[in-house]
């Protein structure tokens, strides 16, 4: 074997390890078993990209859905109803940016406040932002912005972003690092996950007004921003609780493969991008780490990435078997997972193949459990018992 080859093979063998699926603490999950005792059944469909949807109180049969593309529909005794839902700011539609999630105040029977988070700005300067307005009919009277990301960011990635409302009225927005190979003060934008002076790469906790919670973690931190809940995510777009426990689920975006869902803690740091199972999109490590001190390791990675997107945990009576269970939806996966749990540990999983593109999955108030398509002709299905 001559030098020059010896020095070839060498770089191949460095340039393959490089690009390997990185190990660590937390096993890599991949194919789940199908589950089984399950049907689906089409409710509506000629949505346009639809994000998350939000049942009124009291009734099964009324139901607002957000489209990506910038409208708020309401359905009706399963009827889309033709006319949109006026009212609306003017949203930043482009990319992975648009109308996201849809939330009711938990006083809505008295206020009628519907909580939106949508993208703001145009394609230089862009920021997840909440605002809220009162629904009456099919107009949001009064809407008002009540909280913006930090700092504006370029391009139309990366903005999360979900609400969990918190027994106390106030709720947790989970957001994102920005985007893929951005420059960012400096470095590259997902570096801000790790920083405390940004809201980037967060998960925030806000009062009913889009203010700080008085006792947030980081509150009296001198160079802490005071919203910040939880730190070092890259892009949160399924959150869940369990209202029992009070234990808060979350699942995130990695990059190629390396997807996690996460038991949340106040205070807590969850790595990104110090530590990832992830590979960049051209196949190079990101990180050597994958779990530090100080830093939580996920409750799972999913590698091939499954692209979560929207999460639940079932309480409902129609699938008895699942109660206390999560389930995961996965845009590039065209599934759902169903996450089975031990308390704090996972110690199982199963696959409800759909077969298109999951962007949300949420209980109903009938007990069934629902799900959102991301498709210009996007669909809400029923997932009921088999006979």
Sequence with gaps: ????????????????????????????????????????????????????????????????????????????????????????????????????????????????????????????????????????????????????????????????????????????????????????????????????????????????????APDNPFIDHEYALPEIWSLGHRNVQGIARDPESGRIWANEHGSRGGDELNLLQAGKNYGWPETTYSLEYHFTRISSETSLPGMEDPKIVWTPAQAPSGLEFYTGNRFPEWQGNLFSGGLVGEQVRRIILDEEEVIGEESLTIGQRVRHVAQGPDGYLYILTDHENGELIRIIPSE
């Excluded at 990366?158 to 690092?177: K, Q, V």
């Design 1 to 212: 074997m001559t030098k020059q080859y010896s020095l070839l093979l060498i770089s191949l063998l460095i340039i393959i390890a490089a690009c390997s699926a990185p190990e660590g603490p937390v096993p890599l999950s991949a194919e789940a078993p199908e589950a089984e005792g399950w049907d689906m059944e089409v409710v509506i469909d000629g949505l346009s990209h639809p994000w998350s949807l939000v049942w009124l109180p009291g009734s099964s049969d009324t139901l607002l859905i957000t489209e990506r593309t910038g409208q708020l529909r309401m359905v009706q005794y399963g009827e889309l109803l033709t006319d949109g839902i006026g009212g609306l700011p003017e949203i930043f539609v482009s990319g992975q940016g648009g109308l996201l999630d849809v939330a009711l105040h938990p006083d809505f029977d008295d206020n009628r406040l519907v909580y939106l988070t949508y993208a703001s700005g145009d394609e230089d300067a862009n920021r997840t932002t909440v605002g809220r307005g009162e629904l009456d009919g099919l107009q949001l009277r009064n809407f008002e912005e009540i909280f913006r990301v930090s700092h504006d960011k370029p391009k139309d990635q990366h903005f999360g972003s979900r609400i969990e409302w918190l027994p106390d009225n106030t709720f947790l927005l989970t957001l994102a690092d920005g985007g893929n190979y951005i420059r960012f003060d400096g470095g590259w934008i997902r570096e801000q996950a790790q920083k405390l002076d940004t809201h980037l790469g967060k998960i925030l906790r806000l009062t009913e007004h889009g203010g700080p």
